[in-house]
């Protein structure tokens, strides 16, 4: 979703945008992802995965899409969008740790991952922010807290 995301942003050409996607994923395919790439504009990528979602009944993705489309309409911001997602990725992650913990398995290993990865990302933020002399409110917006 980044990806198609940053490309449309960055007004790179279809083809292109294909050799940067790998359809992994069992809620989007080939095709739904095609639709995304080849949309007007990012809310119409966003809209197309979003009603992808909606058909597979993917509720993870129905909320984090959702909620990327509002703020995508209320601050056309690509870094907010990426925000947005990230939230998404870490509330996932913490879920799947409260959730499954009594099963040991291999989400239960890549959530706790993603965990320290944006617990690393958001220690360098501040140390950054700290280094810069930027504001506290200003570096505790783009920390990803769930």
């Not at 058909?55 to 990426?82: C, G, K, V």
């Amino acid at each position: 979703i980044k990806v198609i995301s940053r490309c449309r942003a960055m007004g790179i050409s279809e083809d292109q945008i294909r050799r940067y996607i790998i359809p992994v994923s069992e809620v989007f395919g080939e095709k739904e992802l095609e639709d995304a790439i080849r949309a007007a504009d990012i809310k119409s990528s966003i809209e197309s995965l979003l009603e992808a979602a909606k058909l597979a009944m993917a509720r993870d993705y129905r909320y984090m899409l959702t909620d990327l489309l509002r703020e995508y309409e209320a601050s056309q911001s690509l870094s907010q969008l990426e925000m947005v997602l990230d939230r998404g990725l870490l509330k996932t992650s913490l879920r799947m740790l409260k959730r499954y913990t009594i099963f040991f398995n291999i989400g239960l290993i890549l959530a706790f991952l993603n965990l320290k990865w944006f617990e690393v990302k958001n220690l360098r933020a501040v140390i950054r922010g700290v280094e810069d002399k930027i504001p506290p409110d200003k570096i505790r917006k783009l920390l990803v807290l769930p």
